[in-house]
Structure formats: C-alpha cells, structure tokens
C-alpha cells in the first residue's frame, strides 16, 4: 500500500487549480485541511488517507479502480467510495448534483460506518468554513439550510459528545448567523 507521503504527494499532483470562488488559494489546501482536522480529532491514518483520496476521485479525473492498482487497502477505497458521490455524470445539472448528494448520503446510512461519516463531517466542516465565498446565494442557502442540517441530524448519533462535532457546530453556527444578518 502507498504511504501517507506518496499519498500526500498524489494529491499535491492531481488537484490542481484553485479552491472553488478563489483565486489564491490552492485546490489541493481543502484536501489538507480536512487532514488536519481529522488528525487533530485522533483519527488514524486510513481515515486520513481516505479523506486526501476522496477529492481526487470527486473532482479530478482519477478513478476507484485506478487507486485499486496502485496497492490502496480495501479499507480505504471502501471509505473512499462511501464518502464520493457518483462521478458517472458529466455536466450535471444543480439538481442533478443535489439527487448524487441525496444517494451518497444514503448510501452512508446504510453502511453504518463510523469512520465514513467522521471523513464526511470533516470534509463539511471545512466547506462550511468557506461557504459565505458562495457567489451563489441559492446553492449557499441549499448548504446551510438542507444538507448542514442532515449533518446535524446524523451526526448527533456519532459524534454529539466530541469536540469534533462542536467544531462543526460553531463553524455552521457562524455562517448560519452569517447569512441571516445576526453577525456581531
């Protein structure tokens, strides 16, 4: 199986670009800091390294058979898989994109799995952090008012006791706040 660095260093090669609604701020960057998130709340490395190899799957043309080759643990490409949305559509629609969500999101019930949902809070956590960016104010009012609250909900059940989920809390809380003109 890769190491953490091969695979800190695949990520560095395949996203490329900048972070959606910027222009200064390196791709790649979302992907680390959901690493560090994950790290600094005590999550092992195959946590960690399905969370850098889910991006590249998402976003960048890389594909679940091609990470398979390259000697990646079943673990991993089984949370990899469950924290992706389908890739199979090509320019899909908004409401396109909000139906794969909606299936990814089943898809994580019904495996039960623990880690998967810690690599998609984190992974939340960090968008939630950037979402007042959005230039678009209907997706950005779809993020906090429907899928931060499924989050809420389904987090609860996992995390509700950890400084985890609180991170995530304070962070939605803010943009929440944000977003109805309740900021100090």
Known sequence: MP??????????????WFRKWTTDIPNYTHSFNVRDLLRSHWFDETVQMAWLLHDIIEDWDTTMKELEE???????????DLATHDVTLENPT???????WKNMMKRLEEANNKSAWAVKLADICDNVNQCHLMPNQEKKKR???????????QWNKWFWWTDFYQEFLDRYLKQLFGLLGWEK
Do not use: A, H, N
């Open 3 to 16: 190491t953490f660095e091969q695979t800190e260093k695949l990520v560095k090669e395949r996203i490329t």
């Open 70 to 80: 390259m000697g990646y643990s079943q673990e991993v490409l089984t949370l990899v």
């Open 94 to 100: 908004d409401e396109e994109k909000f139906q794969r």
């Open 143 to 153: 993020f906090l008012y429907e899928k931060c609250p499924y989050f809420v909900k």
